[in-house]
């Protein structure tokens, strides 16, 4: 057993965190940022930061990773790091000449106060921002929320960075996809063309870090948001903001700032969310929804009624980020599958509240624990078998040690390929997810069933 | 090759580096002018490089931090410890399981904590008010649940930074408990320059807190301890099958495979060899002071290596049983390394190579290329220091500067009971008279290549160059580095944690590399990188034409 020392019974913790289901604020920061075009995430603080940051992502996508650091010492920590920040500003742009920088902080230069506002402005005036170019900045102090409020705060730093309200509206859509994968933000942007609307897309990695093997290095890859995209979001119709903890600050900022009116959404993964999402988009955009999207919904209809049977009733074990486990909760419950065990790391009493929700009108009640851990999670699956589990790498151990067929889900993915190339979003990511569920669920029926049982036709 | 000969031919090593630094600015291009050396090694003479120096503020580095090295590099490998990282959760989260260090917990009721990552994930009211309770909490916590033998805390950057006494909270866990050994490490990320910071921090501690603890005396014949080898991919496995073999004991591997107990027993071997100089050469040093065990440095990464390094271990106990054993070992292991090699190097003789990992394996792993017929044309540490550059000769006219300052040193007297040395003089005069050196290793610069690059921290600009330039046929690194390279067209092999794959140590390891490397540098995928009508736009023209 590779978790041998996990016990069935559960205890109250109150200090001890065990097998996380999270990580800290800086590299939803970093993820957020290879989202724009020709922006250089820098990590403000002691370089292990970045370099780990770095290697998670590295591990994730199998793709380059470029990021740099303001390499505290001890004394940067005793004196603040602003003298590091504005000697890494200038080397940046002179060697590696990104359109922007985008800083963000760690739990070592918060702890020590340092200004980021007062460093960047100290960096401009002495020269170091060449023209045309930028520095957007957000605070992500890693003892606050978790990998997403990272995120969060760094999208809202692209649009306080640099949308701009003229005051004339350019008939353009602001979705905020959240964090999802190159494979969903292309996606998104798929759907959106079919319906013939002018997207502004903000972050999107897609092209960054699925990226092609062409015997050419760039630095800044062809994808990413434009920088005169983030500038026009000021002026667009609207905003889909795609997840309450991913997205919706940054649309409430542009709500608020530059009137342009947002709409907070659920992640659209599976039939319902990608409904709202899809009506909602129409409503905002002022379009109708082309028969072609119609029929990809009606794909995934007729997957979900070919195949109910294997998926009634069947009980899966959860763990991820808030907005992902919510909007996927919704789907699996709608195809009578039952979410018993949901576990997110990141705080929060409404996820709790809106899981609740979802599980009581399917007429049961799942485990369900905001900052929580795999841990927990792990011992409520010994107390409740299940069929699935669905959450990233590190469930590995536990589908090992505990026999459940395992879905790889959410972030990081270390030990396959595949999410960064199709989709979970949208009716066709609802067939591709559905179809591995199938896979998973049919492949342990075709292991286990007895040899007079086991059939040729599912 | 026809062209990477070519542009060899055209690129001096000097037009190289000015090309390196032509982009920098002139305070960047000074201090990296001093950390890119041509290398013009002469006869006794080595040149002086400037190594464990900052790294420069925006110039994408390789390294990483005093925390990595010391929870993620040194202790991450001892299965029986629980880890818990006092700090955000951060920390524990990226070296929870990255390293690829391989344990066998198979023992009936072993403990194996390697799976779990522990943390007290601090809050922002732990850092308004203070972390030090939180931390009893979870100490108290883990030895509820798990009654582990050794609990250890590592500081992250807040810890440091708010003040919390965690050396004070693990004395009072310790006592408070009687059966469990509990110990902290300030490895706050900001300390030092890189990660060797934190090996430092990391082995002072395990050798003050935890080595001597066990006086039980340990069976076997030929004791030693293995120092610096870290199981990576399974390396430490190969070598104890090797040392089993030619029935060499190994009491204590620091700390690939290891145990609490293994540490606390370290004091009963007879000799320490040393793998990984720059990570535990001061230990090696403090356990001969202490305890009066001589070391001596190996290299178990390739054949001939181990079979030398076998030799050296035989020589020194002078037992002639022993030597004989060694030799038949050799003599049945090597038929099978030869009839690999001999059919690899059909495929790889003439190749070339670049390295740039660690603060040792960017030196030892030159030996199997060589072993190949692949030449290395530049390497150079992460985060090594001048000793490992240039030989131990200089380690008396190091500068201490403001940040190796902070890092603690700790005097060690020899132990009133303990200290038993273990060769007289006379008998460590005769080997050293017959040409055994101690206490020995002259660093990566004498081993390479006249002209040959030797760059310390290479940086992500500085590796993009040094491939377009040059164009070797791989490049080793590590996993932040791995695919700008391969965007190149270039193989890469990680070689901190080797991407998939090991062992790579001692003689079954040898034959892995030279069929991974094989595979590397011979797979078809580098010819794929143009489809037909991007190599030959022109054709339909030319079909009209005619």
Known sequence: ?458 | MASSAKKLVNWTPTDIKADMLAKYPPKVARKRASQILINEALGNETPEISANVRTIPGIITMRGCTYAGCKGVILGPTRDIVNITHGPIGCGFYSWLTRRNQTDASAEGAENYMMYCFSTDMQDQDIIFGGEKKLQAAIQEAYDLFHPKAIAIFATCPVGLIGDDIHAVARKMKAKFGDCNVFAFSCEGYKGVSQSAGHHIANNKIFSEVVGENDAEKPGEFKINLLGEYNIGGDGFEIDRILKKCGITNIATFSGNSTYDQFASAHKADLSAVMCHRSINYVADMLETKFGIPWIKVNFIGAKSTAKSLRKIADYFGDPGLTARVEEVIAEEMPEVEAVVEDVRTRTTGKTAMLFVGGSRAHHYQDLFAEMGMKTLAAGYEFAHRDDYEGRQVIPNLKVDADSRNIEEIHVDPDEKRYVPRKTTEEMARLEAAGFKFKEYDGLIPDMDHQTLIIDDLNQYEAEKLVEIVKPDIFCAGIKEKFSIQKLGVPMKQLHSYDSGGPYAGFKGAVNFYKEIDRLVNSKVWSFMKAPWQENPELSATYVWE
């Not at chain 1, 957007?136 to 999208?155: E, L």
């Not at chain 1, 199709?422 to 075709?446: A, E, N, W």
Request: charged share 20%; with cysteine.
């Open chain 1, 1 to 458: 057993m590779l978790l041998r020392h996990t016990p069935k019974e559960i205890t109250e913790r109150s200090a001890l965190t065990i097998n996380p289901a999270k990580t800290c604020q800086p590299i939803g920061a970093m993820y957020a940022a290879l989202g724009v075009h020709g922006c250089l995430p820098h990590s403000h603080g002691s370089q292990g930061c970045c370099a780990y940051h770095r290697s998670a992502l590295t591990r994730h996508y199998k793709e380059p990773v470029s990021a740099a650091t303001s390499s505290f010492t001890e004394g940067a920590s005793v004196f603040g790091g602003g003298a590091n920040l504005v000697a890494a500003i200038e080397n940046i742009f002179t060697v590696y000449e990104p359109d922007v920088i985008a800083v963000h902080t760690t739990c070592l230069s918060e702890t020590i106060g340092d200004d980021l506002p007062q460093m960047t402005d100290k960096a401009i005036k002495s020269g170091k921002v060449p023209d045309g170019k930028h520095v957007i900045y957000a605070n992500t102090p890693s003892y606050v929320g978790s990998h997403v409020t990272g995120f969060s705060n760094m999208v809202k730093g692209m649009a306080k960075g640099l949308a701009v309200a003229t005051g004339r509206k350019n008939g353009r859509v602001n979705i905020i996809p959240g964090w999802v994968e190159p494979s969903d933000m292309e996606e998104v942007k798929r759907l959106a063309a079919m319906m013939g609307l002018d997207i502004i897309l903000f972050p999107d990695t897609s092209g960054v870090l699925n990226g092609a093997l062409t015997g050419e290095y760039k630095m800044f890859p062809e994808g990413g948001t434009p920088i005169a995209d983030l500038v026009a979001s000021g002026d667009a119709i609207g905003t889909l903001a795609l997840g309450e903890w991913c997205s919706a600050d940054a649309a409430r900022w542009l709500d608020t700032q530059c009137k342009v009116p947002c709409s907070v959404l659920d992640m659209p993964f599976g039939l319902k969310a990608t409904d709202r999402f899809i009506d909602t988009l129409r409503m905002v955009g002022g379009t109708s929804v082309p028969d072609s999207i119609a029929f990809e919904r009606g794909q995934l209809v007729d997957l979900i009624s070919d195949m109910h049977q294997y998926f009634y009733g069947k009980k899966v074990a959860l763990v991820g980020d808030p907005d992902q486990l919510i909007a996927m909760t919704e789907f699996l419950v709608s195809i009578d599958m039952k979410p018993m065990h949901i576990v997110t790391g990141t705080s929060g009493s409404k996820f709790e509240k809106r899981i609740d929700e979802i599980t009581s009108a399917a007429g049961y009640k799942a485990n369900v624990k905001a900052g929580g851990d795999m841990f927990l999670l792990h011992q409520w699956i010994k107390n409740e078998p299940v069929d699935l589990l669905i959450g990233n790498t590190y469930c590995k151990y536990i589908a090992r040690d505990e026999d459940i067929p395992f879905l790889r889900f959410g972030f990081p993915i270390l030990d396959r390929v595949g999410h960064q190339y199709f989709p979970t979003v949208g009716y066709k990511g609802g067939l591709h997810l559905l179809t591995r569920i199938l896979d998973l669920l049919l492949t342990r029926t075709d292991r286990d069933e007895t040899e007079e049982k086991l059939e040729l036709v599912y």
